[in-house]
């Protein structure tokens, strides 16, 4: 169940994202030309005011972005959601706060502070970078709207410097009901983590969405962007301070959003505080001791809610392909811009054709695991030098391997599988875009693509999930003809007006009353 649940909060979180990115549609060409024309001009702003619209991927944004809405936690306002009402107004009372915003996870309703607040950081950046093409189709203060939800529960969740709360609900009473959030009855209890129950990863994560959305917040209300700001800075400084696993040091939360570890959380955490103050001590942070420890320079990760590694490649990478000053003769830096190459070179299938079957790529995964294993014990022991080749190599095994299903959906994971791909896309939307600064050209062993076959990738990835697929199916609810009726979600499959059991309605045979849309 708790695997179940998972699945779907981040499936359609993360559509939101790719989704509104697509919209950029045809305005990175423009920006293209202009760089090809003007070598030596300054970099324009990427991507450029919107251009040509694709309706396709305008509709699927505007359905996707309710998924926010149908999530809400709190006394709702300017509800657009027939079947949702108010609910779960006094959680954070047994301390005296108020923590009834914020949203519910996946079909329950719990709320997990760790996804939640990656949630955040996700869609500031996605804001931060594609807010005028969402402004163009009037997604903009919808999107930002669900991401104050987001970050005044976060705020209200941190009332002193070294104390988070991380979860409001009891997990294992919570999945013995099934009801409306509307109905709920349950006690609320509080979980948090403070200095003697340490949990970097989620304070960590907490201040990469407080920094991110400090900068999507500046210039419409300076005051929360500040306040945001100073939470970001006190969140870092405890996360790093009491270094400790959260969920090592709180065993319960390790059913649901179980944490492989933090390091990946600092550097993240670091990486957007550096963007939204300007101050060179996180660059030096994620640059300096923390980085070799924990950057894992040159393998290519997935970027999920557990692990931002390759997030914060793109994201540092930033910083060089603008050509800040902050970049010139950093090495730290040009690690992690390499990194993010080798990140997008794993992506990009050889030609558009090169599919494989779901058996090669466990054949290449365990392949891989050796692989990587002698690229480590070698890196340790051996020259510079060789540390290179062997890194090439394995670019070029993971490339020759960019792992395709059979109807060309990156498959990762059994649950929840859609998360690889659209987070893959959202980031190889944004290297794309960064790419058209500089000389936009990525070399992937002796090949060498452009920032139009990144964004052909993510299109592919996008396209899969609104109904490019063997089923025909739109796997974002509520778009397109043919969508998935018997969502794993209370709120969606009881009748508002329902006077019986609950578990009668997870268990019927019947589409769903409401749809949850998104
Ligand atoms: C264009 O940029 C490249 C690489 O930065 C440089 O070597 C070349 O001289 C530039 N050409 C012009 C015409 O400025
Ligand atoms: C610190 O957090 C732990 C884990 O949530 C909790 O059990 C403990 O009571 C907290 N300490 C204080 C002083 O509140
Ligand atoms: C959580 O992750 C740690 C570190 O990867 C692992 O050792 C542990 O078995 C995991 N626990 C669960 C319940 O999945």
Request: glycine letters at 6%; a neutral charge.
């Amino acid at each position: 169940m708790g695997k179940e649940s998972k699945s779907r909060g981040f499936l359609a979180w993360f559509l939101v994202l790719v989704i509104l990115a697509l919209v950029v549609g045809a305005v990175v060409y423009t920006v293209k030309k202009k760089m090809d024309n003007k070598n030596d001009s300054k970099p324009a702003p990427v991507p450029g005011p919107p251009g040509a619209i694709d309706k396709k991927y305008s509709d699927a944004l505007k359905i996707a972005m309710q998924f926010f809405d149908v999530q809400k936690s709190g006394r709702l306002e300017d509800n657009k959601i027939s079947w949702r009402g108010n609910s779960a107004l006094t959680d954070g009372s047994e301390a005296k706060l108020d923590l009834s915003k914020g949203m519910y996870d996946a079909g329950d309703h719990m709320k997990f502070g760790f996804p939640m607040a990656f949630t955040a950081t996700v869609l500031s950046w996605a804001i931060l970078e594609y807010g005028d093409q969402m402004e163009a189709v009037n997604e903009l203060e919808p999107a930002r709207e669900s991401l104050k939800w987001l970050t005044d529960f976060l705020v209200n969740a941190h009332p002193t410097e070294n104390v988070l709360y991380i979860q409001v609900g009891d997990p294992e009473a919570d999945h013995k009901c099934w009801e409306r959030p509307e109905d709920m009855k349950e006690k609320r209890p509080l979980t948090q983590v403070n200095e003697s129950v340490p949990g970097t990863e989620v304070a960590a994560e907490t201040a990469a969405a407080m920094a991110s959305a400090s900068l999507v917040f500046k210039a419409a209300d300076s005051t929360y962007s500040s306040t945001l700001l100073t939470h970001a800075k006190q969140l870092l400084s405890f996360a790093d301070n009491n270094r400790g696993s959260y969920s090592e040091n709180i065993p319960e939360v390790a059913t649901y959003y179980n944490s492989t570890g933090y390091g990946d959380e600092l550097l993240w955490a670091a990486s957007w505080l550096y963007h939204a103050t300007g101050d060179g001590s996180y660059l030096g942070y994620v640059t300096g001791e923390n980085g070799k420890q924990f950057a894992q320079w040159g393998s290519p990760t997935w970027f999920s809610w557990d692990n931002k590694l390759a997030g914060t490649q793109v994201l540092l990478s930033r910083i060089s392909l603008f050509c800040s000053k902050d970049a010139s003769g950093n090495s730290g830096l040009e690690n992690y811009r390499k990194s993010a190459e080798d990140v997008m070179c794993s992506l990009l299938p050889k030609s558009p054709s090169a599919t494989s079957s779901s058996n090669v790529f466990f054949k290449a995964k365990s392949f891989g695991f050796i692989f990587l294993l002698c690229r480590r014990m070698l890196s340790d022991h051996l020259s510079h030098r060789l540390t290179e080749l062997v890194r090439t190599l394995w670019i070029s095994f993971v490339y020759q391997y960019s792992l395709y299903h059979a109807g060309g959906l990156i498959w990762v994971s059994e649950w929840n599988s859609l998360q690889h791909p659209v987070a893959s896309a959202f980031l190889a939307l944004l290297y794309s875009d960064y790419m058209l600064t500089q000389t936009a050209k990525l070399t992937c062993g002796d090949h060498s693509f452009k920032p139009s076959d990144l964004r052909k990738f993510a299109k592919s990835q996008a396209d899969y999930v609104l109904g490019n697929n063997p089923l025909k199916m739109s796997f974002l609810v509520g778009y397109g003809d043919k969508y998935p009726q018997y969502v794993h979600h209370r709120g969606a499959s009881i009748p508002v007006d329902a006077t019986t059991d609950g578990f009668q309605w997870l268990t019927s045979p019947k589409p769903n009353p409401n749809v949850a849309v998104g």
